[in-house]
C-alpha cells in the first residue's frame, strides 16, 4: 500500500543526545514536511523539503536538522540544542504544485528520560 | 507563522446531534482542508475545498469554503461516537509558497452515547 512510514512509534532522549526521527513515503511525492505538535494545540512546521537536496526552516527550526538525499526519505534530527523536545512528531507529504493536500504518517512521541 | 483561529476549541455532544466548527482569518486562502486526528495518529484528510462558496460533502461531513475566502466551516450531521477526535482546519494563503498550509489550533469532538 501506498503511504507515509514514520518511526518510531515512541522514542526516548537522554539530556545532551542527538535522536533521530525517521519518515519514508512510497507515494512519489516530491514535497515533504516536518511538524511539531504539542498537547492541545495545532501543528507547527519545523522543516520543508520541495525537491530532493533541498529544504527550508519552517516557523520552529532551532535545535532541529533534517537531509533530503533521496526522494522517498526525510530523516528529522532532534540536536541537544533542543531544549524542549517532548512533542509527538508529524511527517508530512505531498506532490509538489497545485493544490494538492498533504498526506500525514502516524507520527513519532519523543519524551526525556 | 500565522495560525488560523478555529472554534470551538472543544464540543462535548450527545449522539446524534449536529456539529459545527469554523475556521477564521484575516487573510485569504485558495484552498481550505479539513483533517480528523485521532489519538496516537496522524491527521487524515477529510474533505478539501479549492473555490470560494464551495460545498463539498463526505458522507455525513459537509464542508463550506466562506465567500470571502477568509473563513471555512465543518458540519458533522447525527454524530456517532467514532467521529470523537481532534478536526484540524489547514488553509493555503492566496499566494504563498508551494504547498505550504496553515493550521488552526483543532477543535476537540467528544460525543456521549
Request: with cysteine; proline share 5%; hydrophobic share 35%.
Given at each position: 500500500d501506498g503511504g507515509i512510514t514514520?518511526?518510531?512509534?515512541?522514542?526516548?532522549?537522554?539530556?545532551?543526545?542527538n535522536v533521530t526521527l525517521s519518515c519514508e513515503q512510497n507515494l512519489n511525492h516530491d514535497a515533504m514536511y516536518w511538524y511539531r505538535q504539542d498537547p492541545?494545540?495545532?501543528l507547527r512546521l519545523i522543516y520543508y523539503s520541495q525537491i530532493v537536496n533541498d529544504f527550508q526552516k519552517g516557523d520552529i527550526a532551532e535545535g532541529y536538522s533534517?537531509?533530503?538525499?533521496?526522494?522517498?526519505s526525510f530523516p528529522l534530527t532532534v540536536t541537544s540544542a533542543q531544549k524542549n523536545p517532548t512533542a509527538f512528531y508529524l511527517?508530512?507529504?505531498?506532490?509538489?504544485?497545485g493544490n494538492q493536500p498533504q498526506h500525514f504518517g502516524d507520527g513519532t512521541r519523543l519524551s526525556i528520560l | 507563522g500565522q495560525q488560523l483561529n478555529q472554534s470551538p476549541q472543544s464540543m462535548f455532544i450527545q449522539e446524534g446531534e449536529d456539529v459545527s466548527m469554523n475556521c477564521t482569518s484575516s487573510s485569504?486562502?485558495?484552498?481550505?482542508?479539513?483533517?480528523?486526528?485521532?489519538?496516537?495518529e496522524g491527521p487524515v484528510?477529510?474533505?478539501a475545498l479549492y473555490k470560494a462558496g464551495e460545498l463539498t460533502s463526505n458522507g455525513r461531513l459537509t464542508a463550506q469554503f466562506g465567500?470571502?475566502?477568509?473563513?471555512?466551516?465543518?458540519?458533522?450531521?447525527?454524530?456517532?461516537?467514532?467521529?470523537?477526535?481532534?478536526?484540524?482546519?489547514?488553509?493555503?494563503?492566496s499566494g504563498g509558497a508551494g504547498n505550504?498550509?496553515?493550521?488552526?489550533?483543532g477543535t476537540r469532538l467528544m460525543v456521549k452515547p
Open positions: 514514520q518511526s518510531p512509534k515512541y522514542l526516548f532522549r537522554k539530556e545532551g543526545q492541545g494545540q495545532g533534517v537531509s533530503r538525499e533521496k526522494k522517498e511527517c508530512a507529504s505531498s506532490p509538489q504544485g | 485569504i486562502f485558495n484552498t481550505w482542508l479539513w483533517y480528523k486526528q485521532e489519538p496516537g484528510l477529510l474533505i465567500i470571502t475566502r477568509k473563513d471555512s466551516f465543518l458540519n458533522i450531521s447525527a454524530s456517532i461516537p467514532s467521529d470523537v477526535g481532534i478536526y484540524f482546519c489547514a488553509g493555503r494563503l505550504m498550509l496553515t493550521f488552526g489550533g
